[in-house]
């Protein structure tokens, strides 16, 4: 099973799993899609934010194949394109840095290395174009004190202050726990809390030369041990 990484282009939103294709989680201030009247098309509304953010700012995605099959994507933009971004109680992003907002890998793939070969994709394209750091909002998916409603007009932190509150499914029918990267991984890539929360901490990931670098001496020496593996059986059996 072969793995192919490739940036988003605007010929090739199709190639977005289906999820990610109708996702505004991220892309539509939740006040605005509450009180919107217009807001029946989320695949046009996602279509048109993509366009938008790749024309004025450049490749803003990852998309994962596997045999001509959509196993995973990855969405990144300056916070500034990103309404939610500064609706949660860790917010604001660090000016430096890009906003990861999606990284999810498709059934059946999500126990493959679809994600890690995502994340290495998106990190070796902003260390082309010069960004400094990646930051994301992560979740941490054990049962919260309070749920986080993914529309409506009040802010992150007045629903986080309102248990009583029941969540409202977004017009998508998006929710933090299918939206949002789970912190636990994001901290096994590297990525280091910079503001901490019990449901929505803040990460960053610095991105500099010796970055990929370690991760290129990483892969290798598995690849070696791997080889040696399996080549010992076959020494021990030619003494």
Excluded: N
């Excluded at 793995?3 to 989680?25: E, I, M, N, Q, Y």
């Excluded at 999500?110 to 400094?132: E, K, N, S, Y």
């Excluded at 509150?165 to 910079?194: H, N, T, W, Y």
Aim: proline residues 8%; aromatic residues 6%.
């Amino acid at each position: 099973m072969s793995t192919s990484v490739t940036a988003l282009t605007l010929g090739g939103l199709d190639k977005l799993p289906v999820h990610a294709r109708r996702c505004v989680f991220w892309e539509i201030d939740p006040a605005v899609a509450a009180d919107s009247h217009d807001f029946s098309d989320p695949v046009f509304e996602k279509e048109a934010w993509l366009s938008t953010v790749m024309l004025q700012w450049g490749s803003c995605g990852q998309v994962a194949m596997v045999e001509d099959r959509s196993a995973g994507c990855a969405l990144y933009a300056p916070p500034s394109a990103v309404p939610r971004a500064g609706l949660f109680p860790t917010s604001p992003v660090s000016p430096d840095a890009v906003l990861l907002t999606t990284l999810s890998a498709e059934m059946p793939y999500q126990d493959t290395d679809v994600a890690l070969q995502l994340i290495q994709a998106v990190v070796a394209d902003l260390m082309r174009r010069g960004v400094r750091a990646i930051e994301a909002f992560g979740i941490r998916k054990d049962p919260p004190t309070s749920p986080l409603p993914a529309s409506g007009s009040m802010t992150l932190m007045e629903r986080i202050g309102s248990p009583r509150r029941s969540p409202q499914p977004a017009a998508s029918g998006c929710s933090p726990e299918l939206c949002m990267i789970e912190a636990d991984f994001l901290e096994d890539v590297g990525f280091k809390v910079v503001a901490s929360h019990h449901r929505f901490p803040r990460l960053r990931l610095e991105l500099d030369r010796d970055h990929l670098w370690k991760e290129d001496v990483e892969r290798a020496l598995d690849q070696l041990l791997a080889a040696a593996a399996m080549e010992m059986p076959t020494r021990i059996l030619t003494l």
